[in-house]
């Protein structure tokens, strides 16, 4: 079956200057144009805006969408797989914060008691689910399976003021990461020093004594690990590299 723009444009409940950025990029080229100048998709095309459309909902850039379409190694059933898992992983999520807020909800209107642990406890398994997406195979290959869990566990027991400290600490590294990379700070400056005594304070939430090895090694995937660079550089590029060198810089390899 073939579709002109519009029609697929309602098919797929997107936009025809969506479709047409689309091409404009080479994301989702046309099957062939008309000689009106019309556009014209296929069942190929469909498939494609249904990837497309799919890793979008998850989060993932335009660039990085084409890049994974055109991999020869590219196997349709498995991103499809893929897509499943993540979103019934979002599925879990929305379920725990729709059920929070219900409680909430109910809580208010008996006039009942609702502890603040209850309130932050959706908020505070989100994080865990996000670390560990971001950093559990890392942690894990390099620290064992005991670390990671541990790090788990010392996000969850966080009262709802800690927890909000500890999110507060970690926004303020990210901006002052931008505010020092963007300015062409030195990370063996005073700006290094700062952010990675912020980060410390950061680290040192969890039940465990600091260690500064633990520090250094971390601050190191930071650069090793792409994952880890894409968190820290997604709006200024160099923040993971000046976050490890400040690090590397300003904390001892022991104490």
């Known amino acids: 079956m073939e579709y002109t723009i519009q029609k697929l444009a309602e098919l797929a409940g997107v936009t025809t200057r969506t479709l047409r950025w689309y091409h404009r990029i080479g994301l989702l080229t046309p099957s062939r144009i008309g000689e009106n100048g019309y556009r014209y998709y296929g069942g190929a095309e469909v498939d494609r805006l249904q990837q497309i ?12 969408i084409g890049a994974i379409l055109d991999d020869p190694s590219f196997d349709r059933l498995d991103a499809l797989r893929g897509h499943l898992a ?6 879990g999520r929305i379920q725990e914060l729709i059920h929070t807020v219900k409680r909430t909800i109910l ?12 309130k ?13 997406a971001r950093y559990g195979a890392e942690i ?5 399976d005991e670390e990671a869990e541990r790090a ?6 966080l009262t709802p ?3 909000q400290s500890w999110k507060d600490i970690g926004e303020a590294i990210q901006r002052k990461l931008e505010e020092a990379v963007r300015s062409g700070a030195d990370p063996a400056g005073e700006a290094g020093r700062a952010l990675a005594e912020l980060h410390r304070a950061w680290l040192s939430f969890g039940s465990s004594p600091y260690d500064p090895a633990r520090h250094r090694g971390l601050a190191e995937l930071y650069v090793q690990d792409e994952r880890f660079t894409a968190y820290y550089d997604k709006s200024v590029p160099g923040c993971a590299r000046f976050l490890r060198d400040a690090v590397l810089s300003h904390v001892p390899a022991a104490e």
């Open 53 to 64: 459309l799919f890793y979008r909902a998850l989060g993932v850039e335009l660039a990085r």
């Open 161 to 163: 003021e800690r927890y």
């Open 107 to 118: 809580s208010e209107e008996r006039n009942e008691f609702m502890s603040d642990e209850a």
């Open 86 to 91: 993540a979103l019934e992983k979002e599925e």
């Open 152 to 157: 788990s566990r010392d996000i969850l027991d």
């Open 120 to 132: 932050f406890e959706a908020f505070k398994r989100r994080a865990v689910e996000e670390n560990e």
């Open 140 to 144: 894990r290959e390099k620290y064992g």
